[in-house]
């Protein structure tokens, strides 16, 4: 697996670039993109344009690439502007759309009450366990994203913490990571 990432930052452009590829025997895995935004003083307000893109590809697979190229103005707490979004495979747009944006102040919206309310201090293996039910679906999707090779050696490995450090496993003494004696001395 290798994953790269460079950035420039200044006052007035942001450039930045990323790049992950992972490759497991033959299977092989790409993302990839690129930021360039600059900022710019107009009468109307601050205006942010440039573009922002992100490919990704899958073994043998055509490469899918997502674009979109900001052009608003923020004043006021708001936004105007218009928004491109671009969507190919293999160089061929999938869709391509121009959307007018336009962002205004509103009256914040209250968060959700939360459904339970867990005392991590007397209330820790129930908190857990529901913080694990809670997560499964979303941890076994992103698993089922993975290709079959790559998702085999990340369970083996998730496995291998639980099996050697988990509630099973016996506690032991630790043996220190090195001795000194006297007689290095």
Known sequence: MNLSLSAAFDERDV??????VSRL???CYSLKGSARLQLADTDSGERVYGGLWAEEKRGSESALRLTLEPDL????GGARG???VL????GKT???????AVMEKGDATLPAAPARIYDLHAELP????A???????LVKKVLMDFPEPARLLLLHDMGRTLRTEGEAVPAAERIPEFLVTEDAF
């Open 87 to 90: 969507s190919e495979r293999a």
């Open 94 to 100: 999938r869709l391509d759309v121009a959307l007018n």
């Open 15 to 20: 450039n930045a670039d990323f790049s992950l």
């Open 82 to 84: 218009k928004v491109r």
């Open 131 to 137: 913080l694990s039910q809670a997560l499964l679906p």
């Open 73 to 76: 103005v923020f004043a006021g």
């Open 126 to 129: 129930q908190a857990r366990e």
């Open 25 to 27: 025997g033959e299977e």
